[in-house]
């Protein structure tokens, strides 16, 4: 099995709660499973760039307009895309750790997404406009906190929401989250029950992901 984690945290781990929480994912995932495949993407050391007009045109004019050659400019402007594209059809999980930031998701993120979730690298266009995907990503998970307390459905939550959507539209509806909400002004008690909590489900679901690399026994 392959896992894809993506950070998009600048702080330091003893600063950022939610590296705390993928350090105790991952920790727990090699405990169970050690000959699991992991490769980790660092947004703030491979930064995505946004995607510019000549990039544009690569990667979605020739679905716009039947026919089209995207220059080499345009080509070239795809480089980032295609090859993290790439690592993306690699992984059977894909790992997402982030804190939220003005109730969304930090910009270097979308600009990630953006990058990779492109046709004819990750899905494409089948007749009808019907979405076939091009990845084999069975699982999806985020590993998020925030300053600000959430409840379940919360109309403030621009982020995992977004990305409900965006990997639903791939065909991936199996997502599971942990969160340590409250980790400011909320006070250092609650802060530390809420963050326990969330690195307690970041470990159940390394549990699972584990599971799932099993290989399954054939019935007699």
């Known amino acids: 099995m392959n896992v894809l984690h993506i950070c998009a945290n600048p702080r330091p781990v003893q ?7 993928a350090t105790a994912f991952f920790m727990r995932l090699a405990e169970r499973n050690p000959d699991i495949n992991v490769t980790n993407v660092d947004l703030y050391q491979s930064p995505p760039p946004f995607l510019t007009l000549p990039a544009f045109r690569g990667l979605w004019q020739p679905i716009i307009e039947a026919g089209y050659k995207p220059t ?7 480089a980032y895309s ?32 953006d990058q990779v979730i492109v ?10 406009g019907t979405i076939k995907p091009l990845h084999h990503i069975q699982k999806i998970v985020l590993l998020i906190a925030s300053a600000d307390e959430f409840k379940e459905e919360d109309p403030r939550d621009g982020l995992t929401r977004e990305l409900r959507a965006t990997f639903e539209f791939l065909g991936v509806t199996d997502i599971s989250i942990a969160w340590a909400d409250g980790q ?19 470990q159940d679901i390394a549990d699972e992901v584990s599971e799932m690399a099993m290989p399954v026994e054939p019935q007699a």
């Not at 080499?72 to 795809?78: F, I, M, P, Q, W």
């Not at 090859?83 to 939220?100: C, F, R, W």
Request: glycine fraction near 8%; proline fraction near 4%; hydrophobic fraction near 35%.
């Open 15 to 21: 600063e950022s709660v939610s590296k705390q929480l």
């Open 72 to 78: 080499t400019g345009e080509y070239n402007a795809g």
């Open 82 to 113: 295609r090859s993290h594209a790439e690592q993306l059809k690699q992984a059977d999980v894909l790992v997402l750790t982030m804190p939220m930031w003005n109730f969304s998701m930090p910009a270097i993120m979308k600009a990630w997404l």
């Open 119 to 128: 046709p004819g690298a990750t899905f494409e266009f089948e007749e009808g």
């Open 184 to 202: 400011h002004g909320h006070g250092e008690d609650e802060a530390k029950e809420h963050k326990d909590i969330a690195t307690e489900t970041a």
